[in-house]
């Protein structure tokens, strides 16, 4: 059994869950009120430099999840 309560489990897990079309899930997540339920901190989305779209979300015993898409690279200059 994890112990999800406990800070050595929490300062150092996270998960990172990649899905085709992160806006719709943000959007469903936000929209259905599941982060209020689950008391669930749902960052805004941003697109980061190494070519993926994220949000980030803290559950209530601070463990981090990342939900990303890949998104084209950028063009070399």
């Known amino acids: ?7 050595s489990f929490i300062k150092y897990f ?7 079309e992160v806006d719709g899930w943000h959007s469903a997540v936000v929209n259905a009120g599941i982060a209020k339920q ?3 901190r749902v960052d805004a989305l941003q697109d980061q430099s ?9 559950d209530h015993s601070g463990v981090l999840r990342r939900v ?3 998104t084209p690279a ?4």
């Open 1 to 7: 059994m994890q112990a999800f309560d406990q800070l």
């Open 14 to 20: 996270q998960m990172h869950l990649l899905v085709e």
């Open 68 to 70: 990303v898409q890949n």
């Open 50 to 58: 190494w070519s993926m779209r994220e949000v980030v979300l803290f």
């Open 38 to 40: 689950l008391r669930i």
């Open 74 to 77: 950028a063009k070399a200059a």
